[in-house]
T-cell receptor, first 113, second 111 residues
Framework: DSGVTQTPKHLITATGQRVTLRCSPR?????VYWYQQSLDQGLQFLIQ???????AKGNILERFSAQQFPDLHSELNLSSLELGDSALYFC????????????FGNGTRLTVT | DAKTTQPTSMDCAEGRAANLPCNHS???????VYWYRQIHSQGPQYIIH???NNETNEMASLIITEDRKSSTLILPHATLRDTAVYYC????????????FGGGTRLMVKP
């Protein structure tokens, strides 16, 4: 158990809809990272937050947004969903700085029909 | 962050040591080498990391060459549950950066 909790585990929704994925980081970790893993692609970095502030952005679509709340949990919002958004979405957390590794949750599997 | 090169796939017999190589010839002085694995569709699991000295923990050993241009992850006694995709990643730790995943090595442990 990595200590990172993601909910829900599975999500099935229709095209055009909006969903919210939730991540609770490990106790004491201030930084949260979101990744997407599609069937035909590897793990793609989406966005990073540190203590409530956006820290880095990767290949995140404009239809996607995220935030980190004062209690450090994070949410990834996906809107105007398309079939191609079907993927595994992983959250990871780490303390800030240094060489501490990232620890990943077990992901949310999103299926868009 | 420096790029890494790993074999696409490898086989290993159960009970034998699995040695997974990684080339990172453009690694810079402040970049660490990290190893993760992903079993089926689970979240990537942290294994080990190091800067220049060899490292060992309960899961594996990491051997980094003296010039730091390559490394080897060693699973001393592979089991069927070690079948996974193994990722070697180099990361600049000066800014708490994210990890950039490549294609990894698909390790198949066979009975």
């Amino acid at each position: 158990d990595s200590g990172v909790t993601q909910t829900p585990k599975h999500l099935i929704t229709a095209t055009g809809q909006r969903v919210t994925l939730r991540c609770s980081p490990r106790s004491g970790d201030l930084s949260v990272y979101w990744y997407q893993q599609s069937l035909d692609q590897g793990l793609q970095f989406l966005i990073q937050y540190y203590n409530g502030e956006e820290r880095a952005k990767g290949n995140i679509l404009e239809r996607f947004s995220a935030q980190q709340f004062p209690d450090l949990h994070s949410e990834l919002n996906l809107s105007s969903l398309e079939l191609g958004d079907s993927a595994l979405y992983f959250c990871a957390s780490s303390p800030w700085g240094g060489n501490s590794p990232l620890h990943f949750g077990n992901g949310t599997r999103l299926t868009v029909t | 962050d420096a790029k890494t090169t790993q074999p696409t796939s490898m086989d290993c017999a159960e009970g034998r040591a699995a040695n997974l190589p990684c080339n990172h010839s453009t690694i810079s002085g402040n970049e660490y080498v990290y190893w993760y694995r992903q079993i089926h569709s689970q979240g990537p699991q942290y294994i080990i990391h190091g800067l220049k000295n060899n490292e060992t923990n309960e899961m594996a050993s990491l051997i980094i060459t003296e010039d730091r241009k390559s490394s080897t992850l060693i699973l001393p006694h592979a089991t069927l549950r070690d079948t996974a995709v193994y990722y070697c990643i180099v990361r600049d730790n000066n800014a708490g950066n994210m990890l950039t995943f490549g294609g990894g090595t698909r390790l198949m442990v066979k009975p």
